[in-house]
């Protein structure tokens, strides 16, 4: 791992990048950074979007010059342990539909494997994966990484509606959608769970730093746990 | 105790949207910030009113706009001169005004600027999602009625009334304190991001050359079109989007990432504009000239300093 570096993001900003590569185990050293930056700024944090490989600190100018938060930071990395797997971010257990009318990719990727599409879903569900962002939506979990044989191109096309629930491969990353939205992620299946709600505490399911083992689940579990099994509508040419 | 008052919207026009400092915490959750594009102006409605200075105001994008007031009220306007009349008078934006019962308030055109702010003593009264009356029709969070909905023909804007209130000492902006709109636009930028990425040649154009403002703007992004930067770091990962971030996509044509920006984006960036230049930028229509130059983070951050002391203080 590289020698964490602190860049310049504006007058009440900084990006601080701990790889230049996706790399696991650099999730365990930007949670830990997030923690120990959290304490030592206290009141004087604003925002902190991690990333991948950086963090985007951003801290109130009224309470700390650039030359004051710059020097916090630098002295949080000194200190810096990476958290291990067991206090690195909690596990989170995604109850998905794997089936090809709610996932149409699915016989796409099974295809070009020569494999089932249950395969294909056995393979999505073996590993387990790190939320590493959450952005494009509120919600939306940049989640990583895939299998080297699931890793599927974004589509040509985006589909105009991805259904709510819909859980999504773009190369080696997964997502689910939290919200009816235009996308060009290859859809495999589907959760019943509601990922974003601005109105409940805590807001998202996940959030960065988090583990998430997806669990398959039956069409009728999906159905009961409040899931809708409507297929997707594919575009008339 | 206080009642509500409250204007009339008889025509809602293109755009206006309810906006207080805007939404934090959040971020890490993919949630945009919002808030006024234009922090300078929306601070000097506010502080002529002697409201603090996150109190909700109205945006009011290009114009179009009519409202009619059913009480009483004291307001300010400030920012862009969207040639705004009270009952067909004209009224110049940087000042403190009265309106009165039937009193009609009216926006036509950009004149000089693209957005005006309109503030009401104790600020506009909106529903509050995550800390934030902010108006983010995108996430349908905010606005005078919720959901991230802007204002339509029909809606009423409220406001607490209250006793009448000790305003500062100044019924107007002084005119040193206005932001000229008319002018070529000069944007403050802190190098950061991958600038060091971008060749030499796009480097020196990016800092010399004269931009334009693009026709594709948004409270999401202004972009710019110039001379073709080059950047030799294309495939990069996404991280975290500062206000102000200068991104620079394939092809070569900065898009200045503002208020409702995304969280999180892979385009690599030339910097970061500081606070008065997004201000600034906020008041450019599509064609306006736009000059970069680059600037340190110290002086930027005791130029904003100094701003806020420019504001009457009660």
Known sequence: MMTPRVENAGIDAWVVRFSDRIDPASRNWITAFCRDCRAVLGDALVEMVPSYTTVLVQYDPWQLT?????????????????????????LIKLPVWYDVSVGPELSLIAERNGWSPQRVAAAHAATQYQVFALGFVPGFAFMGLVDPALATPRLATPRQQVPRGSIAIAERQTSAYPQVTPGGWNLIGRTPLTLFDATREPMTVLEPGDRVRFVPISRQRFIELGGDPTPVAEATP | MSRAGALRVEQAGPLALLQDAGRFGVRHLGMTQGGPMDWYAAGWANALLGNAQVAPVLEITIGGLSLVAETSTTLSLTGADLGATVNGQPLTPWQRFELHPGDRLAFDLPRAGMRAYLGIPGGWQGETSLGSVACVTREGLGGHKGGGRPLESGDRLAFPQQEPGRFPAETHVPNAQRMDYQQPAR??????????????????????????????????????????????????????????????????????????????????????LTPLARARLAQCPAGHPVHLRACGTGSAQREWRHLFFLWPHQ
């Open chain 1, 66 to 90: 650039d030359t004051v938060s710059r020097r916090l930071l630098e002295s949080v990395l000194e200190r810096l342990e990476p958290s291990s797997e067991d206090t690195g971010g909690r």
């Open chain 2, 187 to 272: 944007l403050g930028l802190i190098p950061g991001g991958q600038a060091a990425r971008f060749d030499g040649y796009s480097l020196y154009q990016a800092f010399n050359r004269q931009w334009t403002v693009d026709t594709r703007t948004d409270r999401m992004g202004i972009r710019l079109t110039g001379p073709e930067l080059v950047c030799r770091h294309t495939a990069m990962i996404s991280e975290g989007i500062p206000a102000g971030a200068v991104q620079v996509p394939a092809d070569g044509q900065p898009i200045c990432l503002m208020n409702d920006r995304q969280t999180i984006g892979g385009y690599p960036r030339l910097g970061t």
